[in-house]
């Protein structure tokens, strides 16, 4: 590997390991405490996250309650810091929608908002009924500075997109590369009638060399990968492990490259290790793709992109966190490469060959 790519690795990882801890989560709603809406009067607490209500206190702070696409303005009592606010909102007793959720608007924050199950037993619904909202809406659609996206359940912990996500894109990368050298130890294995026997028991070898090499690294990348969802998932889903479709078909990724790494061992002779394992290998790389990336999608899950669940679209991925997502994924597969070009060299000096 050029040393101009391992500079470029290093830098690629430094730059996402510092803005992976860096970088705070943009600002949030978190909560109301409130269960019931009445008409009238209605005061709650309004709880934000990373929000900025003591600094805007008499500068743009405003709250609202809507009801689908009509603003209720309310009454400020307290700014309590910058993350909470005690507010009072008058409601009539006919509503336009039964569509409830609380904003809260500041220069700096942009609009955040909070949708909460709600008892509004007591309102009567009319969807012409506007009495008493404001005409206009919140004046600020986001948050216009850097911050990794804000959402509810996922909170800090989305700061591990940055090295799980990236580990099973340098598997898939680096399993491909094996998948490609056991085609290739197939092909040269079957040009014994073309070409010396002696030449073809050398090509195989240098490709099975490769190919056991890269599945050995992309191996590594799979345990990481499973070991960093395990733990999303204890702090997003509340588990170590659940019936997700694509964890269970990861685990059984890894566990068909431990049986492929089990059947080199178990085979003496060279060439005939070298066939079966590349027979293997392609078989497990084409199950590696149905199971990880074809089955999931038909099927329900609690991973993004599936069962209708967005996948890197502006509600996970915003354009300012691809900055950091896609230098991470390059640098990751950078790094798979690198190490899989140092086991390939302990390899060729194990064997006194050349590449």
Not at 160 to 184: A, K, Y
Not at 303 to 332: E, I, Q
Request: charged content about 15%; glycine content about 6%.
């Amino acid at each position: 590997m050029k040393l101009w790519l391992k500079i470029l690795c290093a830098v690629l990882l430094f730059y996402a390991l510092l803005s992976s801890f860096y970088h705070p989560l943009a600002p949030g709603g978190l909560t109301v405490d409130i269960e019931k809406l009445v008409p009238g009067a209605n005061t709650f607490v309004y709880s934000g996250y990373n929000t900025h209500f003591k600094d805007h206190s008499n500068d743009g702070l405003q709250f609202f309650v809507s009801s689908g696409s009509h603003y209720y303005p309310t009454e400020i009592i307290e700014v309590i810091d910058n993350n909470h606010a005690k507010v009072n909102v008058v409601l009539p007793d006919t509503l336009p929608s039964e569509e409830i959720a609380f904003y809260a608007n500041t220069p700096t924050d942009g609009t955040v908002y909070i949708m909460k199950p709600m008892d509004i037993s007591a309102f009567v619904f009319h969807q012409n009924y506007t009495n008493g909202s404001v005409p206009v809406k919140v004046a600020n659609d986001q948050h216009q500075n850097f911050g990794y996206p804000f959402q509810v359940i996922i909170f800090e912990s989305i700061r591990n997109l940055m090295w799980h996500v990236p580990m099973w894109f340098t598997m898939f990368v680096i399993m491909f590369i094996s998948f490609i050298q056991s085609i290739h130890v197939l092909s040269a294995t079957g040009r014994e009638n073309m070409l010396d026997s002696s030449m073809i028991y050398v090509q195989s070898g240098i490709h099975d060399r490769k190919a056991s090499a890269s599945a050995e690294t992309g191996l590594i990348f799979c345990i990481l990968g499973l070991i960093t969802g395990s733990i999303w998932a204890r702090f997003t889903w509340g588990a170590w492990w659940t019936n997700d479709p694509q964890l269970n078909g990861a685990m059984v990724v890894f566990l068909m490259y431990v049986a492929y790494f089990i059947l080199r061992n178990s085979v003496n002779d060279e060439e005939k290790r070298a066939r079966l394992a590349a027979i293997f290998n392609i078989f497990a790389f084409v199950l590696l793709v149905v199971l990880l990336m074809v089955m999931p999608r038909f099927a329900e899950g609690l991973h993004p992109g599936k069962s209708g669940n967005p996948a890197f679209s502006s509600y996970d991925l915003d354009s300012s966190l691809r900055m950091v997502f896609y230098p991470a994924v390059f640098g990751f597969i950078l790094l798979g490469y690198w190490i899989y070009n140092l086991r390939l060299r302990i390899k060729i000096l194990e064997s006194n060959e050349e590449i």
